[in-house]
C-alpha cells in the first residue's frame, strides 16, 4: 500500500537555523507531491506542489522542496526559519496522471517549534 | 470570497446519536473529500469523491456515511457514533483537471463522542 513517512516528530530550532523536514514515500510509478501547513488551531494550507518538471519547488514564506525521485524523497527546506514558522507540517502523496485525485496519503507530520 | 464551509465547527454528542456534517464549497470543484486527524497519526481519508454521486472508499471509512447529490455539497454521516469517532474533522476541495490540484481545507470540525 502507498505511504509516506515524515522522518521527525517533533523539530525544535531557534530563529534563523536552517530547516529541513524529510518525507519519503513509497509508490512506484507518477506522483503528486504536496507539503500543507497548519498553523496553531488553523486548517491546512498548501506551501507548494510538485508534479513535473524542475524538481526544485518554490513554495511560499520562503520554503523550497526537492524532487529526487531516485530516493523517493520530497524534503522540505528554509534557509533562516522565523518564530512565525512555528506549525506542523505535513507533506502528501497522490498518482497519476489526468487530474485523478483519488486517495491523497497524508504523512504523520512534523511539528516545528522555533525559539525567539 | 473562495471558502470550504463546514458546520458545526464543535459537537459534543453521545453514543449512538445519528450526526451529519455539513460541507460546502464554492469553488465548483469537482472532487471533494473528509479526513479525520488524530494526534500522532496525521490526517487519514475517510470519504472522497470524484464528482455528483460519484463516492469511494479512503483509509478509514467504516463507520461515516457520505452523499453527494449537489457538486457543491459534501455531508458526513455517522449514523450511530462511538468515542473513537472522537476527532477533528477535515473537509477538503479541488478541481480535478489537471495534475497537481492542491486541496482547499475547510476549519475543521471537532467532535467528541461520550
Known amino acids: 500500500a502507498q505511504s509516506v513517512s515524515q522522518h521527525n516528530h517533533h523539530v525544535i530550532l531557534s530563529e534563523a537555523a536552517s530547516l529541513e523536514l524529510g518525507c519519503n514515500y513509497s509508490?512506484?510509478?507518477?506522483?503528486?507531491l504536496f507539503w500543507y501547513v497548519q498553523y496553531p488551531g488553523q486548517h491546512l494550507q498548501l506551501l507548494l506542489k510538485?508534479?513535473?518538471?524542475?524538481?526544485l519547488v518554490k513554495g511560499i514564506k520562503g520554503f523550497e522542496a526537492e524532487f529526487i525521485k531516485s530516493k523517493f524523497s520530497f524534503n522540505l527546506r528554509k534557509p533562516s526559519v522565523q518564530w512565525s514558522d512555528t506549525a506542523e507540517y505535513f507533506c502528501?502523496?497522490?498518482?497519476?496522471?489526468?487530474?485523478?485525485?483519488?486517495?491523497?496519503?497524508f504523512g504523520k507530520g512534523t511539528k516545528l517549534s522555533v525559539k525567539p | 470570497e473562495a471558502q470550504v464551509t463546514q458546520n458545526p465547527r464543535y459537537l459534543i454528542t453521545v453514543t449512538g446519536k445519528k450526526l451529519t456534517v455539513t460541507c460546502s464549497q464554492n469553488?465548483?470543484?469537482?472532487?471533494m473529500s473528509w479526513y479525520r486527524q488524530d494526534p500522532g497519526l496525521g490526517l487519514r481519508q475517510i470519504y472522497y469523491?470524484?464528482?455528483?454521486?460519484?463516492?469511494d472508499k479512503g483509509d478509514v471509512p467504516e463507520g461515516y456515511k457520505v452523499s453527494r447529490k449537489e457538486k457543491r455539497n459534501f455531508p458526513l454521516i455517522l449514523e450511530s457514533p462511538s468515542p473513537n469517532q472522537t476527532s477533528l474533522y477535515f473537509c477538503?476541495?479541488?478541481?480535478?483537471?489537471?495534475?497537481?490540484?492542491?486541496?482547499?481545507f475547510g476549519d475543521g470540525t471537532r467532535l467528541s463522542i461520550l
Open positions: 469553488m465548483n470543484h469537482e472532487y
Open positions: 510538485y508534479f513535473s518538471g524542475d524538481p
Open positions: 477538503a476541495s479541488s478541481f480535478v483537471g489537471e495534475r497537481g490540484q492542491p486541496q482547499h
Open positions: 509508490y512506484g510509478g507518477t506522483v503528486n
Open positions: 502528501a502523496v497522490n498518482k497519476g496522471y489526468g487530474g485523478s485525485q483519488g486517495n491523497l496519503i
Open positions: 469523491s470524484m464528482n455528483v454521486e460519484v463516492t
